[in-house]
């Protein structure tokens, strides 16, 4: 994969989102009008259908109202030409949906008073100074989740991408991977941070992975803990996320979780090193999680937009994350956007690694969520996926 992670192709995938899914949703329609009862079955019917169409190995989609999942449902392979179904209980990669979950990480540790949404990169990791060009320096926490820092990302194909395949293999030798991930993030941030920004830090909006792997070195940084740590102890474990882990899911020796899948032809691709980015890479999109628990997390940002207390953070802290606060159709780890049957702002993000395509649709105006994944990668896969949301909000909204 080269370490490519969020390429040209899904920068188009997150436009298709702000832009498109209206029309979309006005272009298709996959089932008559359903009961409440008929629910379960309506989905199952719906990714049937929808994986026929695009050829995935496998597709599953789960549909949340309120506080409940009224509908889960999962058909296809585990792994192309292979022997094992899949189920709606399988483990799915998430990729950059894991972004938001950083953010919500971070916001944990500002209500702790461990960081502040001000408080500045230069001050954190002070042991790099004398790497961290100056422009850098006063970058914070809220600057680095909204993608405002000016380090080269999307906006930038030509340098981002040979720059990102550069770091991916440097992060891959034995010499790096020897190391506790925290110093990986902090060699890795070092790296990043001495490369000239792109545009004034602070200024704009331009999406980039590195933003979030920094993010963690700050997370690793003020806790004295890996991310992979933190997150599982503030997030995963009081949630019951018991499935959620890091990397491709699954074992090379077995069919007892869904594979990724490469190319346009979905070619099978063993869980390994080769089958997702380097592990420093975690805090950007590395989070995999069965339905089920991915759908708690996206329940614990309802009952936030609903101002609920006695949550994992307080009811301010969830305003800062879903807000967008800089009007750029982005929170922290959020694409915010709005169509006319949203009622004001949905939470939106993709995840691909190339290998597997994620999407969530956290719809605080209709008190609903939807949840959508298919283990392949290919120019087929967002479609799939978006067609599973497209079929939910038609006939279970």
Request: contains cysteine; aromatic residues 8%.
């Amino acid at each position: 994969m080269d370490g490519v992670y969020y390429n040209m192709k899904r920068r188009q995938l997150l436009k298709m989102l702000t832009g498109g899914a209206g029309f979309a949703l006005a272009q298709s329609s996959f089932f008559s009008d359903v009961s409440f009862g008929a629910q379960q079955q309506a989905l199952l019917n719906a990714v049937r259908l929808v994986r026929s169409q695009h050829n995935v190995p496998a597709l599953a989609g789960a549909f949340i109202r309120g506080d409940t999942i009224e509908a889960i449902a999962a058909t296809g392979l585990r792994v192309n030409e292979g022997t094992e179904s899949a189920t709606s209980e399988d483990t799915f990669h998430l990729g950059s949906c894991t972004k938001s979950m950083t953010a919500t990480v971070m916001g944990q540790l500002v209500e702790e008073g461990l960081i502040d949404w001000d408080t500045e990169l230069g001050d954190v990791l002070s042991i790099l100074d004398g790497s961290i060009l100056d422009e850098y320096k006063p970058l914070t926490p809220d600057l680095l989740l909204s993608h405002r820092s000016g380090m080269t990302g999307t906006e930038t194909p030509d340098s981002y991408n040979p720059f990102q395949t550069e770091l991916g293999f440097e992060f891959r030798t034995s010499e790096q991977l020897s190391k506790p991930l925290n110093e990986q993030r902090l060699a890795f941030s070092e790296r990043v941070l001495s490369r000239e920004p792109v545009t004034v830090p602070g200024s704009s909006h331009n999406y980039s992975n590195f933003n979030y792997v920094v993010a963690g070195a700050l997370i690793d940084a003020v806790t004295g803990q890996m991310w992979e740590e933190v997150i599982r102890e503030r997030l995963f474990q009081p949630l019951n996320m018991t499935s959620a882990g890091f990397g491709a899911p699954g074992s090379p020796d077995s069919q007892s979780q869904p594979w990724g899948h490469s190319t346009n032809a979905c070619l099978p691709v063993a869980p390994g090193p080769d089958a997702d980015n380097p592990v420093v890479y975690g805090p950007t999109g590395l989070v995999h999680a069965n339905l089920n628990d991915w759908a708690q997390y996206a329940i614990l940002h309802l009952q936030g937009a609903r101002g609920e207390s006695d949550l994992l953070l307080q009811p301010e802290t969830f305003v800062k994350l879903q807000q967008d606060e800089f009007q750029q159709n982005y929170s922290l780890g959020w694409v915010v956007a709005s169509q006319p049957w949203t009622s004001g702002p949905a939470l939106i993000h993709t995840g691909s690694n190339t290998l597997w395509m994620a999407v969530i649709w956290v719809v605080p105006g209709r008190n609903a969520a939807m949840l959508a994944v298919t283990n392949c990668g290919s120019d087929n896969a967002f479609p799939a996926v978006n067609d599973v949301i497209i079929s939910m909000i038609q006939q279970l909204l």
